[in-house]
């Protein structure tokens, strides 16, 4: 049956293809719902079922599904930028960068303690400390279908998101070039560099931008569209060329260009747009890279050093949400919902440790092995899910609460 539904499907033609594809978008996540589940977990199991390792619906190179993966993470974070006003974020920075402190280093600490413990180097160590650091905010379109996007505890989570990536950038930047070819202070001083400069030309830039430019076009909401993903690619260009993560560029243009759209009608069509193809997209593509005969494998022989790795992100992401929502005085619910949305380690998580584990010193050492990079690949299933999961449940209640109040 397996065999069958495989040349079946690698036998379609691309336009049936597209059918399949649109058709397991729009059922998938109605029947995840149904049973009380995000819709965006169903379209990461779409991934697996229908990927290279299931179906054979979707290959893991298939150039269009990256091209709209990628276009698809960048818009997530593009719309997190936008839904935060420029003058909201300055307001809550410090508490942005508080809890950043929190999600930094406590996660990191929890990294190199674990590793240091299960006899790995002090590079190494220090390399998962990052990827623990790190975070994606993949349960974000969850909160935006609530109505808790502009909460003020999603947007200082939002903010945090932003410097932790800078940060864990930062300190990779640092890390990588060590392991190769060992330590070069050019190099380091000149990332750090980039980054100084990079965050407030892009701030200020793009909002110049926008202002000027959308006087020039008019009403036309569709040419105002296609400016805005005009800003998004070369902001995430951009810091690409300065060895930032794109992501960071894009959060970075949505922030800067969100006080200046001229009506609502442009966000709405990009709104369409991205969570019709672009972002379904890029959560099929992460389940597309999961293969669930490594990850079983990589539980049974190293179960151990898989619990110590899901569990100090866990553990830590939550923690560091409890402190600083604490200090801020909020609600039980919104110090989890800070917690769940700082818990997914995806996209960037998979990305460094991808690069960590194809770098090889003179030794031929790589900076991770194989069991840790199938450790961390268990860690992003379990902590999309879990995170999903906590954020669609407490954003519920939280919203239910609100409408309850304003009643």
């Known amino acids: 049956m397996l065999d069958f539904l495989r040349d079946f499907f690698d036998s379609s033609s691309p336009m049936m293809r597209i059918v399949f594809s649109f058709s397991l978008i729009l059922l998938a996540p109605r029947l995840f719902e149904r049973f009380k589940l995000p819709g965006v977990l169903a379209l990461i199991f779409v991934g697996v079922l229908f990927g290279p390792r299931g179906f054979h619906l979707f290959s893991e190179n298939g150039q269009v599904l990256m091209m709209f993966a990628l276009l698809g993470k960048l818009l997530l974070l593009f719309f997190s930028g936008l839904d935060i006003e420029f003058d909201i974020l300055k307001k809550n920075l410090k508490k942005s960068l508080l809890v950043a402190a929190f999600a930094f280093t406590l996660p990191a600490i929890a990294g190199i303690t674990v590793e240091l413990a299960f006899g790995y ?26 109505g808790l996007a502009k909460e003020e505890s999603v947007a200082v989570t939002i903010g945090a998101t932003a410097i932790t990536d800078i940060s864990s950038l930062i300190v990779f930047a640092i890390c990588l070039p060590i392991h190769t070819t060992g330590f070069l202070i050019g190099p380091f001083l000149l990332q750090i560099l980039y980054v100084i400069v990079f965050i407030p030309a892009a701030l200020y830039g793009f909002n110049w931008w926008g202002k000027t430019t959308f006087k020039h076009l008019g009403e036309d909401s569709s040419q105002q ?14 810091a690409e060329l300065l060895h930032i993560e794109s992501i960071v560029g894009a959060f970075l243009a949505g922030l800067a260009v969100s006080s200046t759209l001229p009506n609502v009608n442009v966000r709405k069509q990009l709104d369409t747009m991205g969570n019709t193809l672009f972002i379904p997209a890029f959560f099929i593509s992460l389940g597309v890279l999961i293969d669930p005969v490594i990850v079983i494998q990589t539980m049974k022989e190293h179960l151990l050093l898989v619990i110590a790795v899901v569990a100090a992100v866990v553990i830590t992401k939550f923690l560091s949400a409890w402190l600083a929502g604490a200090k801020f005085g909020y ?17 960037s998580t998979l990305a460094v440790a991808l690069v960590a584990y194809e770098s090889v010193n003179y030794a031929g050492e ?29 954003g519920e209640r939280i919203a239910a609460s609100q409408k309850k109040y304003e009643s």
Request: without cysteine; glycine residues 6%.
């Open 225 to 238: 569209m296609i400016f805005l993903l005009l800003v998004v690619g070369i902001s995430a260009g951009v």
């Open 121 to 146: 180097s002090i590079m190494t160590s220090v390399m998962i400390g990052i990827l623990f650091s790190s975070h994606s905010v993949i349960g974000y379109p969850i909160l935006t279908k609530l």
């Open 331 to 347: 609600s039980t619910k919104h110090r989890i919902l800070m917690g769940s949305l700082m818990l997914p380690q995806v996209s």
């Open 366 to 394: 790589n900076l991770i092995d194989e069991a840790l990079l199938n450790s961390i690949l268990v860690l992003m299933v379990v902590s999309a899910i879990v995170g999903t999961v906590i954020t669609d449940q407490v």
